[in-house]
């Protein structure tokens, strides 16, 4: 029986730091406003788009992926 690895790709990784840092802004979010942190996403083009809101505050991130996912030599 062979194995096959499936190696992530750069773009997998860079998505995964941008959860990490949303679910962690998230976070943060709701205990400073002690309300729930509701998250949308979008993409636009080469731009993702995170949106959170907390109440009465509400932050925009937006990250190019291209400049991300670039190989750095």
Do not use: P, W
């Amino acid at each position: 029986m062979t194995t096959h690895t499936i190696q992530a790709t750069k773009f997998d990784i860079v998505m995964e730091e941008i959860d990490t840092l949303v679910s962690n802004f998230q976070d943060s979010l709701s205990r400073i406003t002690n309300t729930v942190c509701n998250v949308d996403t979008f993409q636009l083009g080469i731009t993702y788009v995170v949106i959170l809101r907390a109440g009465k505050i509400s932050k925009t991130l937006s990250f190019n992926l291209n400049e991300l996912t670039e190989e750095n030599f």
